[in-house]
């Protein structure tokens, strides 16, 4: 093969792989607006122990966040019910769906409920749950958009950006001196 050759091959594999690559991040890019805006190609999955219906909970029966998050009013993390507190109504079912039955007997095994966080934030940001719902008052969807809506637990969430508590702050006229948030 000549020269010139070898150097058109090179050329045509080199647009080759720069268009795959375009057409990789344009899918990235995508798939990232798709699940839920910023950074949320990046984040991985969020899968809980059982799909907790907040609607049925919340709207339905009227729980109020505060009886299954027992710090949100008294602490920086709203705390996640464990086993004991699910088992208060629980132990036996309620209803007939299958998460329902699942979680019967997880309660009955002793099975300790792994709920994991859906929301976080970076370890140099300090977010207190007691500050802003007890001091400010603001309602949990502020933050948590629509969650007492949903009939599953989301599997990623739009994650808060500094521009979020920033705006909010400005709106509410509270400080946004650094080192009110971050450590």
Not at 66 to 76: I, M, N, P, R
Not at 136 to 165: E, F
Request: glycine share 6%; aromatic share 6%.
């Amino acid at each position: 093969m000549g020269i010139q050759a070898s150097l058109r091959r090179e050329h045509r594999l080199a647009v080759a792989g720069f268009a795959t690559a375009f057409v990789l991040a344009g899918g990235a890019t995508t798939a990232a607006l798709t699940l839920g805006g910023r950074n949320a190609f990046f984040r991985p999955a969020v899968h809980q122990p059982i799909s907790f219906n907040h609607r049925k909970h919340v709207t339905e029966l009227d729980i109020g966040c505060t009886t299954c998050h027992l710090t949100v009013e008294t602490e920086a993390f709203s705390g996640l019910p464990d086993a004991d507190l699910c088992a208060g109504c629980h132990l036996e079912p309620q209803g007939k769906s299958e998460e329902e039955k699942k979680l019967v007997e997880m309660l009955k095994k002793g099975t300790a409920l792994a709920w994991k966080p859906l929301f976080r934030q970076p370890a140099h940001v300090f977010y207190s749950h007691r500050r802003h719902v007890i001091a400010a008052k603001l309602q949990c969807r502020v933050c948590h958009g629509a969650i007492a809506d949903t009939i599953a637990p989301p599997v990623r969430v739009r994650r808060l950006v500094m521009d979020d508590c920033v705006s909010c702050h400005r709106r509410e006229r509270v400080s946004t001196d650094c080192t009110v948030c971050h450590r």
